[in-house]
């Protein structure tokens, strides 16, 4: 079974930032491909960002690319999202998701992180 435990998660004005890291368990962590995935409310969790086993290929939905960077640390089994430039439309639960490659399937997911955009 493998844990992810994402962390960073909180209150900001529009227009700053926010880290979200994602710690997992698995012990071949740097085998895996990790994504980043939001759900707001009433609406269907959406893709992010994800980021090959290596760090070498990164991939960000149109709606974050230039504000948010995907990135991590296999010593530390831990995952990062960089969120710059936060909109108030960004506003949503945050999930970390490991898969065997970036394109899914995704088959073990953390809790999520609540990140809520407002002045």
């Known amino acids: 079974q493998v844990q992810l435990v994402e962390s960073g998660g909180g209150l900001v004005q529009p227009g700053g930032s926010l880290r979200l890291s994602c710690a997992a368990s698995?012990?071949?962590?740097?085998?895996?491909?990790m994504g980043w995935f939001r759900q707001a409310p009433g609406k269907e969790r959406d893709f992010i960002a994800a980021?090959?086993?290596?760090?070498?290929?990164?991939y960000y939905a149109d709606s974050v690319k230039g504000r948010f960077t995907i990135s991590r640390d296999n010593a530390k089994n831990t995952v990062y999202l960089q969120m710059n430039s936060l909109k108030p439309e960004d506003t949503a639960v945050y999930y970390c998701?490991?898969?065997?490659?970036?394109?899914?399937?995704?088959?073990?997911w953390g809790q999520g992180t609540q990140v809520t955009v407002s002045s």
């Open positions: 998701g490991t898969g065997r490659a970036t394109i899914g399937p995704y088959d073990y």
């Open positions: 698995r012990r071949t962590f740097s085998s895996y491909a």
């Open positions: 980021i090959n086993w290596s760090g070498g290929s990164t």
